[in-house]
């Protein structure tokens, strides 16, 4: 990585709405096709991951993962939005949030209706 | 790496634009039926039309797979009257609304879709929609029939509103359609509607638009057109770095379709009525809070304490048990159901929820922030059908909700959710995740084309199926049965019409107007800068409190805004044009809703409208509909009672009209 420090604007915000596994990723740009916003472009590069251009465009529906055949994308609304979201375990009175350290195990139930 | 920063910085450079650029390149594409939309209902509209052997294009801004309101998911269905388990016929259901609405709906549209919104699901489940309990997770659930394995929501009396496992419903119709082979134009801006001559008020004889991503220029001829786009959701609340999530609308709800309607001359009713900008303000992410509206509609709201809030029915009676909330009570016959575009119900129809008074005992200290939704005080099944099934299926709610809470441990047997903390007043609606609503944001809530027994517009040529283009029309299924009944109209009308002749000149006209912003000196303001402005103008001058003057004023800036700025404006690349396009849109919506702010001299808590010049509520002189339209540029009014759609040239009865016009 170059150590060459850049005039960049600031990053965009929201700034991880998509998040891409590099290693997972193959960069079939499946999730760049569906996109309802065109929030991604392909990356000049095959293979790459995509490029998340337009992150703010974003409305947080889940194509892009539901689309993703490998595994390697994931989402996050924007910080404001998920450090909202808390929940107290009745028996214990604990508190949780999404996005925090050491989070409790996660519950691997799936939802109504089966496997599609 | 990931973002354009990060590619920026690690290689030195900027990434060329990925699609090869093709400005000013021009393709002429025939249909029997175009449709301006691809969301649920231009979707269902498409199917219906193939499967009646015309030609079917569809323009989408974004892809048809996924795209679109509706397009993420549907936990629930309303108004499917005809389901084998409902004791709500299409008259009761279409009378109820007409009555909460005081008229200021469509009893067209409404009696239409619980006619015939059960078939359209039977459709939705034979393309791959589950619809019942086929796996019988839920089996002797007060909410399931067990012999037809169909489960209900809000009252389980009456059973005429379907719980369905639509996470998948958008892929079904698009699998669909490309089965039927329906010409499928994604990434396609609209820009206008052809008529013939080129004249305002003319037939519709095609359309115009530009791809978002080559910016290659399409003339779409059609011999009948539907309109199915989305609403307005940028008009008044735009802030996308910060809402977009909280937005129950896309980028793309650019009110394209009203826009291009208006410029061809057809006819529009009830734009003046908005609403609180609740679901498209500074809220939550849809669902990811604590709250007991819709989707979450009958879980138990608990204090800080623990200590539970108190439901009541609609005409102030505490509810005794849990069961209650489900039900309808003392007088009523059936329940409506929240979310099918009604701004008020009547207490007859309205279901049962907290305490009213809640923002009050709050403000006492009764009921101790922050409050939390408790699932666990419901019944394991009722428990599992809100998160699981309902969450889990309802739009935006699969991957960024049910999966994403379920992976960081949240477990609705053994967790509270916490409900936003806000102002006292905020809790005086039951959606929480809302949040706190702002005075100056509104949203459109229920303008439209003005249509008739057939769906058509004022128009002819031109059809409007969808809840955003078609006035007062309801949800997610009343989108798809618009859609598949104004296609069967469509359809037949072009089996039957002369063949449509484009305006060159009209063309020629349209194209320059739409490649300006890339051909601009670059000084010019980019489209999200436009886009702020005009949501400005209309919080400032078209708010929930207006008079002549402000709305006078807001239609002069818009006005500067089209000749000066937006005439100036300029755009990088292909999605920079498209999304110039839509701001353009935009300007011509709002101009619309002033304009008809400025005619309905009066003020209205049906249409939750205030003039602040004509401050009389609900003045009888002022119960009517106010049909307008542009006439040679000019603005034309007219006056329509509530009721024209049971008048002349109409038969007298719901039944009568929809037996003369259904088939």
């Known amino acids: ?116 | 790496m990931t973002t354009w920063n990060e590619y920026a910085e690690q290689r030195g450079t900027l990434p060329e634009w990925p699609y090869p650029v093709q400005y000013d390149k021009e393709s002429e594409i025939a249909a029997d039926v175009l449709i301006i939309g691809g969301g649920v209902a231009g979707s269902h509209a498409a199917i219906s039309a193939a499967r009646l052997g015309a030609k079917v294009v569809i323009a989408e801004t974004g892809h048809l797979k996924r795209s679109g309101s509706g397009g993420s998911g549907v936990d629930h269905w309303h108004g499917a009257c005809k389901n084998p388990c409902s004791k709500v016929t299409p008259l009761d259901y279409t009378q109820a609304v007409m009555e909460s609405a005081h008229g200021y709906s469509n009893g067209m549209a409404r009696y239409i879709t619980c006619s015939e919104g059960w078939d359209t699901l039977l459709e939705c489940e034979e393309i791959g929609v589950q619809i019942r309990d086929v796996h019988d997770e839920f089996k002797g659930a007060e909410f399931r029939d067990d012999e037809t394995k169909l489960m209900f929501a809000y009252d389980y009396t009456n059973r005429h509103i379907m719980r369905v496992w639509g996470y998948n419903l958008k892929q079904c119709l698009y699998y669909e359609m490309k089965r039927l082979g329906v010409e499928m134009y994604n990434r396609t801006v609209v820009t206008s509607l052809l008529t013939e001559g080129g004249r305002q008020g003319g037939r519709v004889v095609g359309a115009t638009g530009v791809n978002m991503r080559t910016g290659e220029f399409y003339v779409f001829r059609s011999k009948a057109t539907i309109i199915a786009s989305g609403g307005g959701g940028r008009l008044y609340s735009f802030a996308p770095e910060l809402t977009a999530s909280s937005s129950m609308s896309t980028m793309n709800s650019a009110g394209t379709g009203h826009a291009v309607g208006w410029d061809a001359g057809a006819e529009f009713v009830l734009m003046e009525q908005t609403g609180p900008g609740r679901l498209s303000g500074f809220g939550y992410a849809p669902y990811s809070m604590g709250n007991t509206h819709n989707t979450y509609h009958g879980t138990s709201i608990v204090d800080a304490n623990g200590k539970e809030v108190p439901w009541f029915d609609p005409f102030g009676r505490e509810l005794k048990t849990v069961e209650q909330r489900f039900l309808p009570n003392g007088e009523q016959r059936f329940q409506l159901g929240a979310g099918i575009g009604l701004g008020t119900y009547a207490e007859e129809y309205r279901s049962s929820d907290l305490a009213r008074d809640l923002p009050e005992r709050i403000r006492k200290g009764e009921f101790q922030l922050p409050l939390y939704a408790d699932l666990t005080r419901l019944s394991e099944m009722e428990r599992r059908c809100i998160w699981g099934m309902m969450i889990g299926n309802e739009g935006k709610s699969r991957i960024p909700i049910y999966d994403t809470l379920t992976k960081a441990g949240f477990d609705p047997d053994k967790d509270m959710l916490q409900a936003p903390v806000m102002v006292p007043e905020a809790y005086q609606h039951s959606n929480f995740w809302g949040g706190t609503p702002i005075p100056h944001l509104r949203s459109l809530a229920g303008g439209g084309f003005l249509v008739d027994w057939d769906l058509r517009t004022s128009l002819e040529g031109l059809y409007a199926a969808g809840t955003s283009p078609v006035f007062g029309a309801g949800c997610h299924g009343e989108s798809h049965t618009m859609g598949r009944y104004a296609a069967r109209k469509a359809a037949a009308y072009a089996k039957a019409c002369a063949e449509p002749v484009v305006d060159r000149q009209q063309v020629a006209a349209e194209k320059a107007r739409a490649y300006r912003p890339i051909k601009q000196n670059k000084n010019g303001a980019g489209w999200k800068e436009l886009n702020y402005a005009i949501a400005r103008v209309m919080q400032d001058y078209c708010g929930k409190y207006k008079n002549l003057r402000t709305l006078n004023r807001g239609l002069s800036l818009l006005k500067e805004l089209k000749e000066n700025e937006g005439a100036a404006a300029y755009a990088a690349n292909p999605h920079e044009l498209g999304r110039m396009l839509e701001c353009f849109s935009l300007i011509t919506l709002g101009e619309m809703v002033m304009h008809a702010s400025l005619e309905r001299k009066c003020s209205s808590a049906y249409l939750d409208f205030y003039r602040l010049d004509y401050p009389q509520m609900d003045p009888p002189e002022w119960e009517k509909h106010l049909p307008m339209r542009q006439e040679d540029g000019r603005v034309a009014v007219r006056e329509l009672p509530l009721d024209f759609h049971l008048k002349a040239p109409y038969a007298p009865s719901y039944e009568e009209n929809y037996e003369r016009h259904a088939h």
């Open chain 1, 1 to 116: 990585m170059s150590d060459k420090i850049y005039m960049t604007p600031n990053p965009a915000t929201p700034n991880k709405g998509q998040r891409f596994d590099a290693i997972l990723c193959n960069g079939c740009n499946a999730c760049v096709e569906v996109c309802p916003t065109d929030v991604m472009m392909p990356h000049p590069e095959k293979e790459k991951p995509p490029i998340v251009l337009y992150p703010e465009e974003c409305w947080f529906c889940g194509a892009c993962i539901e689309e993703c055949g490998t595994g390697a994308l994931s989402m996050a609304h924007p910080l404001s939005q998920n450090i909202s979201v808390n929940w107290q375990r009745k028996e214990t009175g604990a508190y949780y949030r999404l996005g925090m350290k050491n989070p409790p195990p996660p519950n691997r139930r799936p939802p109504s209706g089966g496997k599609r």
